[in-house]
């Protein structure tokens, strides 16, 4: 992969969750749909029906093409908001808040890209809930941003290198729709395996 | 529901919805959701639409062809994952590699002790038999494999294993009317060799697709050396459960007299034996359901089917070729 591909914004909340999750997706691009990931993806198709609407004051612009030359940044957006002249990405999600705050970083990601192509900065994002109809605010802190370009080089670099990280098992294997590809735990469980002669 | 068998001549494989239909002489005699089929496999002549292929291909489906006696013809396998570094990892290990050495010591040595397992049990079942020199020269294989250091010294210690095996496998047929002399091959010519061929053609295409899954090239092989149109790979993968699964089956269905020699026909001249319509679903319904069966798995420590057992050693195997893993694990059984 040479400088000139883009980074997917999906990939840096993948990362986030699971760097070697991250690696199946995007590099082995290995995808296998399970009952989260179909839901999924059904919302976001319902999401990404192109289209612009006005909510009182707020100008809505949905599934619009979002990118970054400086952070070398692609994506699409699910909402974008402009409300006295301030932009604000919201994403999608299906269900509860999650456990892990890889969405924030996502959203980070967005608000970078809408910084260079409005010029404008910038402070807040959300993260809509499908299942509790709420939204959550992201302030996009210097911390968060931070956070966001260290996982972009991150990423970049498996991206480049293809260099696979290693299945390291924890608490998030088990909501993870590669778990029976993966198996995180065989490594061990190999090692102490002792054949029968 | 697996994988579908269709053995009926002439009958018409077609796609109604998202299911499967298969008529005969116009009449519906199979009609499965496809989501519920994980192989297709056509025995035989019969006619398949093209917007049967395209879905299944859709459905990830893989389809094996096979004449009506069980030999392989073709087979269509839809893609399934773009995994290149599996298939650059596999390719780096091909020829005489510490790495192709190791797995295909696996190969081996998980079907030499699968086949010692069962003629253990043999032996304690059934105190009359004779199987100690057939046990004594696969453990005298067994052993010399872990000396092994040249792809071609572990085939021949698989091919020594195997005659003792074989020389052994027809007092493991506790019935009168069928005997089992030497394996052979193309085309069989007694009702034994004709079952063990149709069960590892079987075998071969589930183990074939779990392979296809993991994201390999069945193509390359280690144990078995390239040849074109050769799934070398699938072929090694599947020795380990050549005893497990198809040996199995073979000898309950003849010892519990599932199948009888009226289940057999022989062809003039060139003595082919195969089974009849009825005998072929007697033993595809065998088979079936030994995928099905559960077990502990020794590595996993946990139960799974045999067909999802393809799978778990095609993973194992991927791990140790990508460095996840520091030995591959033969499913041997105890
Ligand atoms: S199962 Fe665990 S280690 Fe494997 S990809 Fe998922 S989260 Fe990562």
């Not at chain 1, 995808?31 to 989260?36: C, T």
């Not at chain 1, 729709?177 to 102490?192: D, G, H, I, T």
């Amino acid at each position: 992969m040479n400088n000139t591909e883009y980074i997917p914004i999906a990939a840096l909340n993948q990362y986030a969750y699971c760097p070697h999750r991250c690696w199946r997706m995007f590099c082995a691009e290995e995808f296998i749909d399970n009952q989260y990931t179909i839901e999924g993806t059904s919302l976001h198709e319902r999401v990404h029906t192109l289209g612009d609407s006005n909510r009182e004051d707020t100008w809505q612009i949905r599934a619009i093409y979002l990118k970054s030359e400086k952070y070398q940044l692609i994506g699409k957006s699910d909402l974008i908001e402009l409300e006295n002249s301030e932009w604000y990405p919201i994403e999608y999600k299906q269900g509860l808040k999650g456990e892990w705050d890889n969405d924030e970083l996502q959203v980070c990601a967005q608000a970078l890209c809408l910084e260079e192509m409005t010029g404008k900065s910038v402070t807040t994002g959300y993260i809509y809930y499908a299942h509790s109809h709420q939204r959550q605010l992201v302030e996009i802190s210097e911390e968060l941003r931070q956070s966001a370009i260290a996982t972009i080089k991150s990423v970049q670099n498996l991206l480049e290198t293809g260099i696979m990280p290693t299945a390291t098992y924890s608490k998030r294997c088990q909501g993870c729709s590669f778990y029976n590809q993966c198996l995180p735990q065989v490594a061990e469980k190999v090692r102490r395996y002792q054949e029968d002669i | 529901m697996g994988t579908v068998y269709i053995t009926q001549e002439d009958a018409f494989i077609g796609k109604v919805d998202e299911r499967l239909n298969v008529k005969y002489e116009k009449k519906t005699i199979l009609d499965v959701p496809l989501i519920k089929i994980d192989g297709l496999v056509v025995m035989g002549r019969a006619s398949i639409s093209p917007a049967t292929i395209a879905e299944l291909v859709n459905y990830k489906i893989p389809l094996t062809f096979l004449t009506n006696k069980g030999k392989y013809i073709a087979r269509l396998e839809p893609e399934m994952s773009k995994n290149i570094f599996l298939r650059s990892a596999q390719w780096k290990a091909m020829g005489e590699s510490t790495q192709a050495i190791h797995v295909s010591k696996g190969f081996v040595r998980g079907k030499l002790k699968n086949y010692r397992q069962s003629l253990l049990q043999a032996q304690r079942r059934y105190t009359e038999l004779n199987l100690s020199a057939g046990i004594t020269q696969l453990e005298s294989a067994i052993a010399n494999l872990a000396q092994a250091t040249s792809i071609d010294s572990i085939r021949g210690l698989e091919g020594a294993g195997s005659a003792a095996y074989f020389s052994c496998f027809n007092q493991l047929i506790r019935v009168e009317n069928f005997q089992f002399h030497t394996r052979n091959r193309r085309p069989p010519t007694d009702p034994v060799n004709s079952l063990l061929s149709l069960g590892y053609a079987l075998l071969r295409h589930d183990v074939q697709g779990a392979i296809n899954i993991v994201g390999f090239d069945p193509y390359l092989g280690y144990l078995h050396t390239e040849r074109y149109g050769r799934p070398s790979l699938a072929l090694d993968l599947m020795e380990e459960f050549r005893p497990v699964i198809v040996d199995a089956v073979v000898l309950a269905a003849i010892n519990r007299r599932i199948l009888v020699p009226t289940d057999f026909i022989t062809e003039p001249v060139s003595n082919a034996v195969s089974l009849t319509k009825e005998g072929l679903h007697k033993f595809l319904r065998l088979y079936q359901e030994k995928k099905q069966t559960k077990f502990k798995h020794p590595v996993m420590q946990k139960q799974y089917t045999y067909q999802e057992s393809f799978e778990i050693q095609a993973r194992l195997l991927a791990k140790y070729l990508m460095g996840e893993i520091e030995k591959y694990p033969p499913l041997v059984m105890k």
